[in-house]
């Protein structure tokens, strides 16, 4: 057995001490958008720290808990904070916590996500629904030997945000009064924010919103063979001449005051599945 496959198993069996049950949906939350584990009933709550070969978090706005529990009914576990490239982590260690939750029997994956936006219709505040990205990190998370057991060699990636889930998403908006866009989300490493330069660029490439996270996750939980359904809160625009200077602090505050409607969504996108 290889050391991925040992980590997989070790971390596995720790969290099982905590519950049996198998979830049926996982949950990876962004910087600000902490708040939904609040919708999690009979939580059990288990630090990072604690979880074998589980980095740590060290960005605000991230808590650092593996949370299991149900949600509308549904058993589900969920990430408060997740990690990034830019914290010096390697893309094995970001994408852990994917394979940890598939092997716990995940069969769905929900990302969410703070952006910044390049869509001159976005304003700060708005939900985009992930339909497709633009990889622009410097490393792949499925770089080197593939364990076969874990997924193909060559991963499909003409789907990764499952249509059934976003047209789902979609009809839970329109039905609660939510707006909602579309569009293409472009990873970056980070940790700097933008260049106006570096903006346009991505906009001229196809991009809608831009972010620091994500795109590694959900390349292995399609290679994991899950379903992802993803969605980025607009925290602030990159696509202003003047006066965009861009603090995480503003990007914390915008996310938690949209953090409401992107509960709603989730909530009753996990109660459809």
């Keep these: 057995m290889s050391d991925l496959l040992q980590q997989i198993a070790a971390a596995k069996q720790y969290i099982q001490g905590f519950s049996t049950t198998r979830p049926l949906a996982g949950i990876i939350l962004g910087s600000g ?11 059990i709550e288990i630090p ?23 949600m509308q009914g549904r058993p589900v576990v969920a990430m408060a904070g997740r990690f990034h490239y830019y ?18 029997g995940v069969q769905t994956l929900l990302v969410s ?27 792949h998370p499925l770089r080197g030997r593939n364990q076969d057991t874990l997924g193909p060699r060559f991963p ?16 839970i908006a329109a039905a609660n009064n939510i707006p909602v866009h579309t569009g293409v989300y472009v990873g970056v490493q ?12 991505m906009h001229i490439i196809g991009g809608d919103a831009v972010g620091m996270s994500t795109v590694p996750e959900v390349i292995v939980a399609v290679h994991a063979g899950l379903k992802v359904f ?11 001449e003047e006066d965009n200077v861009i603090t995480h602090e503003e990007v914390l505050q915008a996310a938690a005051e949209a953090a409401p409607k992107l509960t709603r969504i989730f909530r009753e996108l996990i109660q459809s599945l």
């Design 156 to 171: 499909d990636m003409s789907e990764p945000y499952a249509k059934t889930l976003i047209n789902k998403a979609k009809e």
């Design 190 to 201: 980070g940790p700097t924010f933008e260049t106006r330069a570096e903006y346009k660029f």
């Design 230 to 240: 993803a969605m980025s809160v607009i925290t602030d625009l990159g696509i202003r």
């Design 48 to 70: 990072y720290a604690d979880i074998p070969h589980f980095p740590e978090s060290t960005v605000e706005g991230h808590q650092g808990r593996l949370i299991l529990g149900n």
């Design 87 to 104: 914290e010096g982590f390697s893309m094995q260690q970001v994408t852990f916590p994917v394979r940890v939750m598939q092997a716990l």
């Design 113 to 139: 996500n703070a952006a910044g936006g390049m869509n001159t219709a976005f304003k700060v505040g708005d939900l985009m629904i992930i339909r497709d990205h633009i990889n622009l990190q410097p490393e």
């Design 33 to 43: 958008l902490g708040g939904l584990v609040e919708d999690i009933t009979d939580r």
